[in-house]
């Protein structure tokens, strides 16, 4: 077997629990591109939990889903901002 992927070691280091909003997940790579590697685990992040790409650097999903694309953003160097949706906003 090979080594784990960095988004297999994020899936599994999120608590199995968590809430049934969505969240929306921005990150910006200020200095510089993110290398490859961070849109093939993003990727998988997507078919593994769910979630979608609403813009090029602004996911949409389930919090367990939005906590994964965060903590993988985050490894790469990106600066990002995780924001709950609430339903009764108008």
């Known amino acids: 077997m090979g080594r784990k992927s960095i988004a297999q070691k994020i899936i599994e280091s999120l608590e199995e629990e968590q809430g ?12 510089e591109q993110p290398v490859g590697r961070f849109y093939h685990n993003l990727q998988e992040i997507l078919r593994s939990l769910g979630g979608e790409m609403i813009q090029y650097s ?3 999903g389930p919090e367990k ?5 965060k903590g993988l953003a985050e490894y790469y160097g990106a600066l990002v ?6 339903e009764n906003f108008v």
């Open 58 to 60: 602004v996911f949409l």
């Open 81 to 86: 901002s995780m924001f709950r949706l609430d």
């Open 65 to 69: 889903a939005s906590n994964a694309v």
């Open 20 to 31: 049934e909003a969505d969240w929306i997940v921005c990150y910006d790579f200020r200095d």
